[in-house]
């Protein structure tokens, strides 16, 4: 019985660091979502007679529209923070 004591009194206070860790870990991220990360410039190499027609947030990552002629109809993602092309997905029209 009093093995059974200990016990419950051991998993009683693993559960309690357990919420303790999580409750910490969520109010640590929340404080620092408000701040902005600062970036040195970055460059982006658009191709030849394209231009950035929309921009959007995308998780992490920056959605730019090209437009502006037939070879320019693709979205690229962007790393803002360094500038990198992380993919591109090319728009063609349906047949």
């Known amino acids: 019985m009093r093995s059974l004591k200990i016990l419950?009194?051991?998993?009683?206070?693993?559960?309690?660091?357990?919420l303790t860790v999580i409750f910490a870990t969520l109010a640590k991220r929340m404080a620092g979502a408000g701040e902005?990360?600062?970036?040195?410039?970055?460059?982006?190499?658009l191709p030849k007679g394209c231009r950035v027609v929309e921009m959007a947030a995308a998780g992490p990552r920056l959605a730019l529209r090209l437009?502006?002629?037939?070879?320019?109809?693709?979205?690229?993602f962007v790393d803002p923070a360094t500038g990198r092309q992380l993919g591109k997905l090319q728009?063609?029209?349906?047949?």
Do not use: K, N, R, W
């Not at 419950?8 to 357990?18: A, S």
């Open 8 to 18: 419950v009194i051991v998993m009683g206070l693993l559960i309690v660091t357990g």
């Open 36 to 45: 902005p990360q600062a970036f040195d410039s970055a460059t982006l190499q």
């Open 67 to 76: 437009g502006d002629g037939p070879d320019c109809e693709a979205i690229l």
């Open 91 to 95: 728009l063609l029209q349906q047949p």
